[in-house]
């Protein structure tokens, strides 16, 4: 197979990549080009952004966009954040971190002419598969995708009670969204301005209480039900629908995915509202591939920032916020020792490094600080990207005899989901310090829809997993035997329901939490910069009173996943974050 590989990728390439290769910062075709790059940092700029992440971007383009000088600096050799294109194994290009878009708000999409930028996504349909393990030939499998009519048919293998009421239950969580979809676009309330000030300020403080008056209004006579499905756990509502174990942990997945949470946690329906928020070309709900990989999404971003005058680097570490007297952000200072000055800062990063290392904690209150030392951060996530050299045949639905690409490989692959037991089972053993035996597995192959991403008749798998604790049992490091060891797991379960799999694997990179905490900045390794329960979300995230994208320090404004609405590549912290950021400089 290696010689196999070998032939296909030409002599360019050092054997050593082929089977046991590692890492290495001198990777071909690892530097990704970033569009817009100014040829030299200026001195000064109306406004610093720290972080090229997707938010980060966003937040520039809206600022240069209304005339607000912009810089973008990114510590990393590669521009998005955890949305990224690595070509980690030689002629094989992954989305790293991040590896689907639906969140993406589309205000974003048409104000910033992304398309035009070169955005191009790849609609999936049909978008789940969920094949089992079980004693019959061949064992059956789950596949839903936009057609209703087809959804109803596979989920009736299981129960005709379940087919029936599946449209209803979509019926319900679209009503939902689309009453809380207007919170998402701007900021929360401000509760406290409504007893402050004279009566004309309070009443412009009333207008910010629209969005959610309109939440309200549209959640009408079944607002009882839906507070339920945000404040429940996710088990408890999915039983009221179904009976089918197999759709429950589908369904379930989405409700717990990069949460350190089991379907039985109070307030894990709303992770699932939040992950079927999103919308693409018009279809509610529906993920798809970005072609090149998410880091085709940051580039195109990165191309609407330029095209206005911004301007962005790579390989700009920032290690402090620069305050003035007065206390106000006035600028940064990157690990050379290089100062940029600037009226207004805006901060990509999650709010712990934000708050904790670019900031002396005696200039914040104490208060806030202990609420952001205090943020759950507890990650479940281990990214495994894969380079194969062959589809992967599922036991419940084989390949044809061409191995080319059938309809459930375009889709997100549910395995070890037989049962909404088999998630709280890999939950349990996390919160023992123990990575999961029989871990939860969403695998994609984005090249079955983007053939680019690998070589010809190779393919690119992404595998996000869990449950893996940030810290192991007894403090053991997650050290190459611990990485390799849990890979080891993920793979032995694929094998079982895709025989010949660890077979078809030319190399593979782990990210487990402490990795992507090292390299993403993820708090904890956490996806969404720190946890999406409840208390940790609206008026509360990053903390009360400071949920409105400003901070204690005057300039200083939080732009990324940790400020509302939180997590997922949506882009609304950024855009939301530079509407409050303009309103305050244009006020300098």
């Known amino acids: 197979m290696a010689a196999r590989l070998w032939a296909r990728l030409g002599p360019g390439y050092p054997s050593c990549w082929l089977r046991g290769w590692r890492l290495s910062p001198g990777l071909p075709g690892a530097r990704l080009a970033h569009a817009g790059a100014a040829d ?14 997707h938010n980060g971007l966003v937040a520039a383009t809206y600022l240069q966009r209304a005339g607000v000088r912009t810089a973008v600096l990114e510590k990393r050799h590669v521009l998005g954040g955890a949305a990224v294109t690595e070509e980690i194994v030689p002629g094989f290009k992954f989305s790293r971190a991040s590896y689907l878009l639906s969140l993406l ?21 049909p978008y789940s598969f969920t094949p089992l393990l079980e004693d019959r030939s061949p064992p059956r499998s789950l596949l839903l995708g936009h057609n209703m009519a087809q959804t109803q048919q596979q989920i009736a293998q299981f129960s005709q009670k379940d087919a029936q009421a599946y449209p209803e239950y979509e019926a319900f969580m679209g ?14 309330a401000d509760m406290a301005a409504l007893g402050q000030g004279s009566l004309l300020q309070r009443l412009r403080a009333l207008r910010d209480l629209r969005p959610l008056l309109w939440a309200g209004l549209a959640l009408g006579r079944q607002l009882p039900h839906y507070y339920e499905v945000l404040t429940a756990p996710i088990s408890k509502i999915l039983d009221q629908w179904f009976e089918s174990e197999p759709l429950k942990a589908t369904l379930a997945t989405d409700a717990v995915i990069g949460a350190m949470a089991s379907p039985h946690t109070p307030g894990s329906g709303y992770v699932l509202v939040h992950h079927v928020m999103g919308e693409l070309e018009g279809q509610r709900g529906a993920w798809g591939y970005v072609a090149g990989g998410m880091g085709a999404l940051s580039q195109a971003i990165a191309r609407a920032a330029a095209a206005r005058g911004a301007h962005i680097f790579a390989e700009k ?4 916020i620069l305050l003035g007297k007065d206390g106000q952000a006035q600028g940064i200072v990157l690990r050379d020792g290089t100062e940029v000055k ?24 104490k208060d806030f600080v202990q609420r952001i030392q205090q943020v759950d951060t507890r990650s479940p996530v281990t990214k495994i990207n894969v380079a194969v050299d062959r589809l992967p045949s599922f036991l419940a639905a084989p390949n044809a005899r061409d191995g080319q690409p059938l309809p459930h490989h375009q889709c997100s692959i549910h395995l070890n989901c037989e049962g909404t037991h088999l998630l709280h089972q890999a939950f349990t053993e996390a919160t023992h310090g123990h ?13 079955v829809l983007d053939p680019e991403l690998a070589p010809q008749g190779c393919h690119v798998v992404s595998l996000f997993t869990q449950y893996t604790p940030s810290v192991l049992a007894g403090g053991q490091p997650w050290d190459e035997q611990a990485r390799n060891a849990y890979a080891d797991t993920v793979f032995d379960c694929i094998e079982a329901y895709a025989p010949g799999f660890k077979a078809s694997v030319i190399g593979r990179d782990i990210l487990t939490p402490p990795d992507l905490e090292r390299i993403f900045g993820l708090p904890g390794g956490n996806i969404f910069h720190g946890g999406m329960s409840l208390d940790q979300l609206y008026f509360a995230r990053p903390a009360p009173a400071y949920s409105g994208y400003r901070s204690p320090i005057p300039g200083l404004y939080l732009c990324g996943s940790g400020a509302h609405p939180g997590g997922g590549v949506m882009g609304a912290a950024g855009r939301n974050a530079a509407q409050v950021a303009l309103k305050d400089f244009r006020c300098l």
């Open 435 to 447: 990575p999961s035996s029989r871990p939860m597995i969403e695998l994609c192959i984005p090249s």
């Open 40 to 53: 030299r940092l200026q001195r000064e700029y109306d406004a610093v952004v720290i972080g090229a992440g």
């Open 342 to 365: 600037s009226k207004i800062v805006l901060s990509n990063a999650s709010p712990q490094i934000t708050f904790l290392e670019l900031i002396s904690q005696e200039q914040l209150p």
């Open 317 to 320: 570490a920032v290690c402090h």
């Open 105 to 125: 708000r589309p205000q974003i999409y048409t104000e910033l002419e992304l398309q035009r930028h070169g955005l191009r996504v790849l609609p999936r349909d």
């Open 175 to 188: 009503g939902l969204v689309s009453a809380l979809n207007p919170l998402l676009d701007a900021p929360p």
